[in-house]
Each structure stands twice: as structure tokens, then as C-alpha cells.
T-cell receptor, first 114, second 112 residues
Framework: EDKVVQSPLSLVVHEGDTVTLNCSYE??????LLWYKQEKKAPTFLFML????IEKKSGRLSSILDKKELFSILNITATQTGDSAVYLC??????????????FGKGTKLSVIP | KAGVTQTPRYLIKTRGQQVTLSCSPI?????VSWYQQTPGQGLQFLFE???????NKGNFPGRFSGRQFSNSRSEMNVSTLELGDSALYLC???????????FGPGTRLTVT
């Protein structure tokens, strides 16, 4: 059973478009929700959203967390070809062992065409 | 600050062999987590170490093991390799007291 569901699975847009990527998650012991960008190899950290930080922005990227409806969105405005990547959402629960384990969604593959 | 480093970057092994992968976290970070990434299953959690202790373990067979040293460097070992172990193995570094994790470049393991 998937605990983190991302949509859409893939998306093709033109440069300059605005995109919204979605992530819904399971509620059990919610600690935080993280977004990553993965191009060729290692996922690159983008944002971490928690109960005390439900909105983050960095340049053209922004993200919000809706704890009531159990979802998060990642917005990218004025897209560029360099934004082409797989965007991963990861859920991080509280655990008795104090672990910071991440459970990832399958990702959204974004392709930006000139 | 230097990022997370993983060695080797590529490995080709034969079924039945064993392999050891290494990860050096960001300086000052005390936690290392390991993940396996495959096209079918995506990114899956293997285990997490903090101050030389395994803090959590994912749903993988006992052939997968790991350890962490006093300098926070970590190794993971896979014994009796199977074809299905072919994957990108990613190591993530964090302070251990906050949730942000930073990934290394990964080790691409191919089992033939």
C-alpha cells in the first residue's frame, strides 16, 4: 500500500509555463514532508515542510503543506529546460526509535521543452 | 562544506558474490541512511545509523547489512548477490536531530 502518492506521474510543458505537482500522504505520526529534485543521479533537497513551516519559497519554486487535507503541492513558475527532472515527495513520520526514515512517492517526471 | 561521498560509483558483480559500499557523510553530520532505487520500486529505505547505532531498518532480507564507524562513515554490505539487487544505492546524510537529508551521488550496482 502506497503511503505517498504523487500526481501526475509525468508532465510535459513548454518553457515559461507554470506547473503544479501534487503529493498526498498517509497521516500516521506525521513529522514532515520533503521535496527533492532528481536529474541524473542523486536527489537534490528542495524543501522540508512541517507543522510549523507549511509554506516555503525559493526563487521560482514554492511549496505548501495542507495538514488537514493531507497533501502538499510544489509549484514551479516560468519553467526552464533546466527544471526537467523527476520530482520526488517524501513523507517522514515520527517513530519510537527517533528515526528520520523517508518514504518516497514514485515521483513526477517533468519535461520542459523549449 | 564537502558533500556526501560514496565509493565506488559503479560496480559489476556476479550472482552469489558479496559487495561492500561506502559512504562518507557531510562533515558534522552524525546520521547516515541508505536507500535502494530501482525503476520498479522507486526509492526504498534500507537502514539508518546514528552515532554508530542502527536506529531503524527497512523491509529487506538479512543479506543486507550495514554499520557506522566512530567518524560517522558508513558501509553497507550485501551478501549472496541476486540479479534483483541490481540498483542505484544512495546514501543520505543528516545531522540526526532534524529531518533534512542530503544524498550522495550513489553507487550503481549491476549483478550479472
Amino acid at each position: 500500500e502506497d503511503k505517498v502518492v504523487q500526481s501526475p506521474l509525468s508532465l510535459v510543458v513548454h518553457e515559461g509555463d507554470t506547473v503544479t505537482l501534487n503529493c498526498s500522504y498517509e497521516v500516521t505520526n506525521f513529522r514532515s514532508l520533503l521535496w527533492y529534485k532528481q536529474e541524473k543521479k542523486a536527489p537534490t533537497f528542495l524543501f522540508m515542510l512541517t507543522s510549523s513551516g507549511i509554506e516555503k519559497k525559493s526563487g521560482r519554486l514554492s511549496s505548501i503543506l495542507d495538514k488537514k487535507e493531507l497533501f502538499s503541492i510544489l509549484n514551479i513558475t516560468a519553467t526552464q529546460t533546466g527544471d526537467s527532472a523527476v520530482y520526488l515527495c517524501a513523507y517522514q513520520p515520527y517513530s519510537g526509535a527517533g528515526s528520520y526514515q523517508l518514504t518516497f512517492g514514485k515521483g513526477t517526471k517533468l519535461s520542459v521543452i523549449p | 562544506k564537502a558533500g556526501v561521498t560514496q565509493t565506488p560509483r559503479y560496480l559489476i558483480k556476479t550472482r552469489g558474490q558479496q559487495v561492500t559500499l561506502s559512504c562518507s557523510p557531510i562533515s558534522g553530520h552524525r546520521s547516515v541512511s541508505w536507500y535502494q532505487q530501482t525503476p520498479g520500486q522507486g526509492l526504498q529505505f534500507l537502514f539508518e545509523y546514528f552515532s554508530e547505532t542502527q536506529r531503524n531498518k527497512g523491509n529487506f532480507p538479512g543479506r543486507f547489512s550495514g554499520r557506522q564507524f566512530s567518524n560517522s562513515r558508513s558501509e553497507m554490505n550485501v551478501s549472496t548477490l541476486e540479479l534483483g539487487d541490481s540498483a542505484l544505492y544512495l546514501c543520505a546524510s543528516s545531522s540526526g536531530t532534524v529531518g533534512e537529508q542530503y544524498f550522495g551521488p550513489g553507487t550503481r550496482l549491476t549483478v550479472t
